[in-house]
């Protein structure tokens, strides 16, 4: 059974940074591409960034040059250091497996609160 426990959400102020982890279990990791998500109050889930098993990377728009994508596969864990946060980032963010197309069910997801 695949879990997939995303942490290191939190309240921050505009301009400031956070590192989310999201470990993995039940999966062959270091086979599977694994991707960002996030979800808005009142807005559909969408995809924020996604890192390849050959280590690929691509990120939204909106996000770019600010939010980097990352994987350790020694600690099945991928991160998202996510710099220069802004209010419109504010989400519940979530990881799955799969570059674009989530594989397995969500987990809990970690909020993530930017004040302005």
């Known amino acids: 059974q695949v879990q997939l426990v995303e942490s290191g959400g939190g309240l921050v102020q505009a301009g400031g940074s956070l590192r989310l982890a999201c470990a993995a279990s039940?999966?062959?990791?270091?086979?599977?591409?694994f991707a960002w998500y996030r979800q808005a109050p009142g807005k559909q889930r969408e995809w924020v960034a996604g890192?390849?098993?050959?280590?690929?990377?691509d990120y939204f728009g909106s996000v770019k040059g600010r939010f980097t994508i990352s994987r350790d596969n020694a600690k099945n864990t991928v991160y998202l250091r996510m710099n220069s946060l802004k209010p419109e980032d504010t989400a519940v963010y979530y990881c799955?497996?799969?570059?674009?197309?989530?594989?397995?069910?969500w987990g809990q997801g970690t909020q993530v609160t930017v004040s302005s």
């Open positions: 039940g999966l062959t990791f270091s086979s599977h591409a």
């Open positions: 799955n497996a799969g570059y674009k197309v989530a594989l397995f069910d």
């Open positions: 890192i390849g098993s050959g280590g690929t990377i």
